[in-house]
């Protein structure tokens, strides 16, 4: 019995909290703030706005945008039991995520652009970026997964350009930041701003592979590539390798990458001479230096169609906006 006026007493008690807490709740002024309106949004399905808006507003044509809301369509779709009404479409999720990452990204512009809150605008942009980098990441960004796989990757890197074994080329980048509150001065790169130092590896075409993006900008490039998960994988030999003579009876070697002068010459990553001796060294510099310049043009076609990428992001978005894992800019990579 004891038991039972215990329980009871515990309900009540909660129920007196709730209603107290209700009471002191302020009333919402609106449920839908006055001023905004989505009509730009709708001149744009309906194509009413000229086609070329696509690409200005979301660095992408209206048939891209289809496919792409087609494969994000179950998971970002509002739920149909929900007695929301105004829930928002997978399109119109996706359209304000892109919208906000075409270049610097404004809340306050894009809620006004979709008719939207500011922070349904913050809401959704973590949503989709989410479920972009982990449910379409791995079908876009991935390494060789079989020989047969690698074997293509070399081949086409020996016919295109004359490099044996080759597979890939790697680089960093630095994308800028503002300057974060703790240990900002191990964001401080060379370059003289602060930066997070972004690792990534192309194949022949300039398609991402690999991207890592957890080293802040004062970090060398050797040393992110030395601690990176590819060339653990390469060392450790878990990524498929192929193994080939260059001339009859020498050793083996094994498949690497291209990478500039700033990277160590190991047996997983090849650099080209520092100073020549003879025409045969000049010749290997060269066919490595346009080999390499796959990635050079890969990060400049990602930078110029994603102008944030040049310009400061807030850290305190890390968690969701700077990490490579779960950030914008791979999954603006996949887009890419």
């Known amino acids: ?28 002024r609106c449920w839908v703030s006055p001023g905004r ?11 009413t706005a000229p086609e070329e808006f696509w690409y200005k507003n979301f660095r992408m044509s209206r048939e891209s945008f289809v496919r792409l809301e087609s494969e994000l369509r179950p998971y970002i779709s509002p739920n149909p039991m929900s007695p929301n009404y105004r829930s928002l479409s997978s399109m119109k999720k996706l359209g304000i995520t892109l919208y906000y990452l075409k270049d610097t990204g404004s809340l306050l512009m894009t809620a006004n652009a979709f008719g939207v809150a500011i922070c349904t605008v913050s809401t959704v942009v973590i949503e989709v970026s989410t479920v972009i980098s982990k449910v379409l990441g791995p079908n876009y960004l991935h390494l060789p997964a079989d020989m047969d796989e690698m074997r293509l990757k070399v081949s086409e890197f020996e016919s295109k350009f004359g490099m044996v074994q080759a597979f890939g080329c790697v680089d960093g980048a630095h994308i800028p930041i503002l300057r974060p509150v703790k ?4 964001y401080f790169c060379y370059k003289g ?6 690792q990534a590896v192309c194949d022949y075409r300039g398609m991402f592979m690999n991207v890592e993006c957890m080293w802040p900008g004062s970090v060398h490039d050797a040393k992110v590539f030395a601690n990176s998960a590819i060339n653990h994988k390469l060392v450790s030999g878990t990524l498929p390798c192929t193994f080939q003579s260059i ?5 083996k ?8 002068p700033a990277y160590p010459l190991t047996p997983h990553c090849m650099k080209e001479y520092a100073t020549c001796g003879n025409n045969e060294e000049i010749v290997f510099n060269s066919l490595l230096r346009s080999a390499r310049n796959q990635i050079e043009s890969a990060f400049g076609r990602l930078k110029a169609r994603w102008s944030f990428l040049t310009k400061k992001v807030d850290l305190k978005l890390e968690s969701v906006n700077l ?6 800019l791979k999954y603006c990579i996949h887009l890419l």
């Open 37 to 47: 309106t989505e009509q730009w949004w709708i001149n744009l399905i309906n194509g």
């Open 323 to 328: 990490y490579f894992n779960r950030s914008p």
């Open 183 to 186: 240990d900002p001065q191990d």
């Open 247 to 251: 001339t009859p009876g020498a050793e």
């Open 1 to 28: 019995m004891a038991w039972i006026q215990g329980k009871r007493s515990y309900y009540l008690r909660k129920m007196k909290q709730a209603r107290l807490r209700r009471l002191r709740r302020k009333k919402r």
């Open 193 to 198: 701003f602060y930066s997070l130092n972004v």
């Open 253 to 260: 070697i094994p498949n690497y990458l291209i990478g500039d």
